[in-house]
């Protein structure tokens, strides 16, 4: 079992940035795969980046490559989402999950059995 929690999110203007966090607790954090979600109002759950338990892999989806860099520190048993240059299209809840297929990055929901409760991000035209 793992616990998560995310913080980081609220409003920002469009080009600003935000860093989202995400603390586990409960088995070791290294053993998990880690990502993170969002969902837009009105639309289905999306996959927006992962990172492997070992930090070694990383996989997003298109359209935030070169904005968004997931990364881990597994010491401190935290994941963090920086997300850069913001567009109002990126506003959503933004939920991190973990999987126990340490090795697999994927960008399939149904791969994580751990989630988080989820937290806005706003970004305004």
């Known amino acids: 079992q793992v616990q998560l929690v995310e913080s980081g999110g609220g409003l920002v203007q469009a080009g600003g940035s935000l860093r989202l966090s995400c603390a586990a607790s409960g088995r070791t954090f290294s053993s998990f795969a880690m990502a993170w979600f969002r969902q837009a109002p009105g639309k289905g759950r999306e996959f927006v980046a992962a990172i492997t338990g070992s930090g070694s892999v990383t996989n997003y989806r298109d359209s935030v490559k070169g904005r968004f860099t997931v990364s881990r520190d597994n010491a401190k048993n935290m994941e963090y989402l920086q997300m850069n240059s913001l567009k109002p299209e990126d506003t959503a809840v933004y939920y991190c999950?973990?999987?126990?297929?340490?090795?697999?990055?994927?960008?399939?929901?149904?791969?994580?059995?751990?989630w988080g409760q989820g937290t806005q991000v706003t970004v305004s035209s």
């Open positions: 999950a973990a999987s126990d297929r340490s090795w697999i990055a994927t960008s399939l929901s149904g791969g994580y059995q751990y």
